[in-house]
């Protein structure tokens, strides 16, 4: 799992944004096209690529690009180790 | 997870209103929201029931029809199960006003079920139990809600959603050894997931519960009105539905290659493609009603398949998986064959 990845990924699911304009200390929650539904949309390409689950807490504790990356990436490592 | 045997589902009618609303016309969103909210949801159009039509007037006219077009289907019901979270009255319950407005006898079972989305499965696994037990030859499942009556016109978080609906189905009892499985579930923890907080007994109606309160922008709502916790609903579908798919599937000794038609309760698109490709099944045995429809609750399976499958349902013999999942938390499968039922076009009111 890689960083550069992960925004790519990020940014495939919000059709306002350029490729490449993010970067890992991006605030996501100040773009301008964040929204609950763009949560659920982000939510759902998680579950779907990364096969994990993210909570409403898990979103309000993180900031940045980086923040939801090191989520995703111990949630991946602790289901592997279950 | 348990089979029933010797039961058919033998006819199926659903009745909307017929007036029509576009989420493109709701005013309590922008336009890139709205167009974000449609192709996200897969729900466009919407139907609402006008004041004074309700859930039990829509599974009247649907049962109603199903009486006037196969008279002989309709007699000897023994049951009557009406499925809804939206009844006429707090009491009595709705299904034994149904039974007179039917001319249903007296000795006919009728009582309420008190479900949302996972309602039909449900409703099919409580009336061909009590036709087991209690030897009727026929049930009728009503199942239908008018949840446009209890949402916050000012809520672009469940207004643009919901849709109203009501249904009729018909089961009869067989020689034949035909059998419907299922598997039933429940988890009370999530019960504020989904919710309607005041005009219950744990809190009352009082003057306060018609005092507005802004959520955020474009969220204005009463204590009376539903609230949905989209996030935590979209993981309990995601969690739970597809596993659940699953273990009937492996209980049955099935594979997806044997089920002709998946039809998932209609919650929103983005949900129900994450099911659809958890469980690995191709987009043609998928069918949805969202688009024109919305999610209709309780009804939205047998809604699905009469908008979606009437004619296929008419002319063939089906093996049918339905899965139902939302409030309560509740979820239910179910996998049954149908053969050349009577399937009633849809009914507008």
């Given at each position: 799992?890689?960083l550069p ?23 996501f ?5 964040w929204?609950s ?25 993180c ?7 090191t ?9 592997a180790?279950? | ?57 829509l ?17 000897d ?22 039974q ?10 009728a009582?309420?079920?008190?479900l949302?989305c ?38 672009k978080?469940?207004?643009p ?17 035909n ?20 005009g ?14 802004k959520?955020s ?6 204590p009376t ?11 309990f ?43 690995d ?9 969202l ?9 939205s ?12 349902l008419?002319?063939k013999k ?13 979820w ?14 849809l009914?507008?009111?």
């Open positions: 799992m890689l990845d992960f925004i790519k990924n990020f940014e495939a699911e919000f059709p306002d944004l350029t490729p490449g304009t993010l970067s890992p200390q991006t605030v929650k100040q773009l301008d096209s929204n539904m763009q949560a659920l949309i982000f939510i759902a390409m998680i579950d779907s690529k990364y096969n994990v689950t993210l909570t409403a807490e898990n979103l309000h504790d900031n940045t690009i980086t923040d939801l990356f989520l995703v990436q111990n949630k991946v490592k602790a289901k180790n279950s | 997870m348990f089979t029933i045997s010797g039961i058919n589902l033998s006819s199926l009618a659903v009745a909307v209103p017929a007036h029509k609303i576009s989420n493109h016309n709701y005013p309590f969103a922008t336009v890139k929201e709205k167009d974000l909210f449609i192709k996200t949801t897969g729900i466009e159009n919407r139907r609402i029931a006008p004041e004074g039509l309700t859930a039990s007037d599974c009247f006219e649907a049962a109603r029809k199903l009486h006037d077009k196969i008279p002989a289907g309709c007699d019901i023994g049951v009557l199960i009406f499925v809804s979270q939206t009844p006429d009255y707090l009491i009595p319950p709705t299904a034994i006003r149904l007179h407005r039917l001319g249903l006898p007296k000795s006919c079972i009582l309420d079920i008190n949302g996972s309602g039909y499965v449900y409703g099919l696994s409580i009336v061909a139990s009590m036709m087991k037990s209690s030897g009727a030859k026929k049930g009728l499942l009503l199942v239908g809600d008018v949840s446009s009556s209890v949402v916050s016109s000012s809520d978080s469940t207004a959603i919901f849709s109203d609906a009501g249904s009729a189905t018909i089961l009869e009892s067989s020689a034949e050894e059998r419907i499985h299922f598997s039933l579930h429940n988890d009370g923890e999530g019960f504020q997931a989904i919710h309607i907080p005041d219950g007994m744990r809190s009352k109606f009082s003057s306060a519960s018609l005092e507005y309160h959520i922008e474009g969220i204005e709502r009463n009105h539903l609230i949905m916790n989209g996030v935590d609903v979209f993981n579908s995601l969690r739970e539905v597809a596993p659940d798919a699953k273990s009937l599937l492996h209980y049955c000794g099935k594979k997806n290659k044997d089920i002709d038609y998946f039809i998932f309760h209609q919650a929103n698109l983005l949900m129900n493609e994450a099911i659809r490709k958890k469980l099944i191709p987009s043609e045995k998928v069918p949805y009603s688009h024109d429809f919305g999610n209709t609750s309780s009804a399976i047998p809604l699905t398949l009469v908008t979606q499958l009437a004619d296929i008419r002319n089906l093996s049918l998986m339905l899965c139902g999942f939302g409030v309560g938390l509740s239910g499968t179910a996998l049954l064959e149908t053969d050349k039922i009577n399937c009633l076009p009914i507008e009111i």
